[in-house]
């Protein structure tokens, strides 16, 4: 078989070869090839040319690989839009768990949600390379629970997943709400934005978004695209039901800066104050 890139060469050469030949003015058939009957103008030139400029074009074409072969490109893919913590507490509500100051590139979690139409637009971000969840509960307890999860597979895609927590155990619903679905992994972060109808038929595994929910956080790693045991033991919880219908940027401190939150390391820290204050002579 000739390669495409041989085989191109050879058309020009040809056609090369077409156009170093003179033909005869006594020639008929070059007449006929250069006017039509009437000494109209024939169709042969103008062949000539358009062969010649595909055959320069699809040599020099950016479609063939280095191996003269032709491959096809993908379509443009648009970038995920960065989630902007400055409209926190504004045009939408957020939630944000780690360290104090943190937006959605460094939390440890981080939830977003605002209301679009007749929908609410959830974007979720949290530290790992599975998967980030957050679930709707009427008790801050894991167990029937509608959970919303955006899992990254072993393809490098963030897919959003709709649960229901059965105990402890986050079973896999097919029917899944979502749309407008957008995923990205970067940076050892799973980040992802969808929109998930306001209100629902009723359904034991889908809740009314209109109502207000404790929201609990969770994420992991995951294993072929299945999601597996979230990072910590207690994943947190939001200290009070949260509505769509009001917008509020909460923070809440993850266990290593929880620690002087305490009440009794609080009253560590004044006792050994008080002593050391008592000691000194």
């Known amino acids: 078989m000739i390669p495409p890139r041989l085989l191109v060469q050879l058309m020009l ?37 358009s062969y010649s400029t595909f ?38 509500g957020c939630i944000r768990y780690g360290k104090p100051g943190c937006d959605a590139e460094s939390c440890d979690y981080f939830l977003s949600y605002r209301r679009i139409g007749t929908d609410v637009e959830y974007e979720m971000s949290a530290d790992t390379d599975g998967w980030v969840a957050v679930g709707f509960s009427s008790d801050k307890k894991m167990g029937g629970d509608d959970v919303m999860g955006c899992v990254h597979d072993d393809n490098g895609r963030v897919r959003i997943h709709h649960f229901y ?47 207000s929910w404790y929201y609990l956080f ?32 909460i923070f809440m401190p993850s266990n290593a800066y929880q620690t002087f939150n305490s009440p009794i390391c609080l009253l560590l820290i004044v006792a050994l104050t008080f002593y050391l204050l008592m000691g000194t002579p």
Not at 23 to 49: F, I, M, N, V, Y
Not at 63 to 91: E, H, M, Q, R
Not at 227 to 237: A, C, F, L
């Open 13 to 49: 050469l040809i056609d090369s070869g077409w156009r170093g030949v003179a033909a005869s003015p006594t020639d008929e058939g070059a007449l006929r090839a250069g006017h039509g009957e009437h000494g109209d103008p024939g169709h042969q030139e103008h062949h000539k040319d």
């Open 55 to 92: 055959a320069s074009e699809f040599l020099e074409s950016k479609y063939l690989s280095d191996d003269g072969y032709p491959f096809p490109t993908a379509p443009p893919v648009d970038p995920f839009a960065k989630i902007k913590v400055s409209d926190c507490g504004v045009t939408k």
């Open 165 to 211: 927590n059965v105990g402890q155990w986050a079973k896999e619903i097919k029917r899944n709400p979502a749309r407008d679905e957008e995923g990205i992994f970067e940076n050892n972060r799973v980040t992802c934005r969808f929109k998930r109808p306001l209100y629902v038929p009723r359904e034991e595994t889908l809740v009314d978004l209109h109502l």
């Open 218 to 249: 969770a994420w992991g790693p995951a294993i072929q695209g299945s999601i597996t045991r979230h990072d910590i033991d207690s994943p947190p919880v939001s200290d009070h039901m949260i509505s769509i219908y009001k917008y509020e940027d």
